[in-house]
């Protein structure tokens, strides 16, 4: 069977090489030509795509990338996995939906399943998605949400592991969008409706998102009363039940928990409920770099001026290159505002901006651990006795205490 992936970032090619592997013909579509010039010649940097077996699968036509519509046409099933960022105003952005489902109406002509896996509030596939492309006079279409649940770089979750939620707008959608699926995923779960399924994905990251404010604020009463809020919460985790740890930091970054409680916010608004505990979360998390800034210059005696700092992993995650909401970029605006000089190494990141990963430098005044990614050898700094904080969320030791 052929299907079309709208959009090949790190959720739609991880999907179209699952689905591929398990027997399907993939049309991987995006618009990004450069993007899809390297994926032609089997090169991309998503964690957890097996670039050997990427090659392998364009070499035998299971996998098509292509920036031609033409490519996608007689798939049966066309799933949606392109961005759903904010705008400007921090409100939800849903262009790339309206755009794929735009070109889907005007430019398909065969009968289709339409998939969405793009994150987005209750509501959109049946409010936004579906009345665009029932204008459609070329082709018939049926519907279904299956929100996507790509961690990258995660060792041991992963697109055939991880349960996945689906339901369609009617039985015929919900079982066919059941049979895709099963193909490549070792557990597949029937939500009630279209809207279940929508919101079980953005409630996630608003549970993180919550709990990560919350624990950003015990760092703040942990400090004022002077002891570890790291070392309190990893004390609670002896717990065998009733606690899940979270940890502090500089703020949250990538396309999902930053974004999707917000969504949630906005939809929850338009129906008249406010979000009280959403919306604190999101401005708590959002103040972080400021307050963690101001408390370093605390600890320097009251001055940043004339500081030089540098910053070891800028990027939102460990062991991944994405910079989509990376907290660091208001971190070291924040620094800089106080007079500091920043610089960053990041060998992941490499160039961002026009501004290129500096080596790690052994006589900086303070060296600031934000993502430590495996590449980076923080040697360089220990040999040098400059002064390091570890503002890193996981439990391993680069050789100085934690921050919070």
């Not at 018939?140 to 961690?151: G, I, W």
């Not at 699926?181 to 029937?190: D, G, M, R």
């Not at 809207?195 to 950003?216: D, G, H, M, P």
Request: proline residues 5%; charged residues 20%; aromatic residues 10%.
């Amino acid at each position: 069977m052929k299907i079309a992936i709208f959009g090949q970032g790190y959720v739609g090619l991880t999907l179209a090489i699952g689905a591929a592997n398990s027997g399907f013909e993939v049309v991987g579509f995006d618009v990004n030509k450069d993007l899809i010039s390297k994926l032609i010649l089997g090169e991309t940097d998503i964690p957890g795509i097996d670039k050997s077996n990427l090659r392998e699968l364009i070499k035998i036509k299971k996998y098509l990338p292509s920036t031609d519509f033409e490519a996608v046409q007689s798939s049966k099933i066309l799933i949606i996995t392109v961005p759903t960022p904010l705008d400007d105003s921090r409100k939800p952005d849903l262009s790339f939906i309206v755009s794929v489902s735009e070109l889907i109406c005007q430019k398909f002509r065969s009968n289709a399943l339409i998939i969405n896996e793009s994150t987005s509030y209750p509501g959109t596939l049946r409010n936004v998605i579906k009345p665009i492309i029932d204008n459609s006079i070329l082709a018939k279409f049926n519907y279904a949400s299956a929100p996507e649940r790509v961690d990258p770089a995660n060792k041991q979750w992963n697109l055939k592991n991880t349960p996945r939620v689906v339901c369609g707008i009617d039985n015929e959608a919900t079982t066919q969008a059941m049979e895709f699926y099963s193909h490549f995923c070792q557990s597949v779960h029937q939500a009630n409706s279209v809207e279940v399924a929508e919101a079980s994905k953005i409630f996630e990251n608003t549970f993180r998102q919550i709990n990560i404010a919350l624990v950003n604020e015990f760092a703040m009463i942990a400090n004022s009363l002077n002891f570890s809020a790291f070392d309190a919460i990893n004390a609670a985790a002896t717990k065998p039940f009733g606690f899940m740890p979270f940890y502090p930091s500089i703020g949250v970054g990538g396309h999902c928990i930053p974004i999707d409680p917000t969504y949630l916010s906005y939809i929850s608004e338009k129906s008249g409920i406010e979000a009280k505990f959403i919306n604190l979360a999101n401005e708590t998390n959002l103040n972080m770099p400021k307050y963690v800034a101001e408390k370093i210059q605390s600890l320097l005696g009251g001055s940043l001026q004339g500081k030089s700092i540098q910053i070891a992993g800028i990027s939102y995650k460990k062991d991944v290159a994405d910079m989509r909401e990376a907290p660091s970029l208001r971190f070291i605006r924040e620094l800089k505002i106080l007079g500091a000089t920043v610089s960053w190494h990041d060998p992941l990141v490499q160039v961002y901006e026009g501004i290129l990963s500096a080596e790690l430098d052994p006589e900086v005044d303070l060296g600031l651990i934000l993502s430590p990614h495996k590449v980076i050898d923080f040697s360089i700094w220990a040999r040098s006795n400059i002064k390091v904080f570890d503002l890193s969320t996981d439990g391993n030791s680069y050789g100085w205490p934690k921050f919070f």
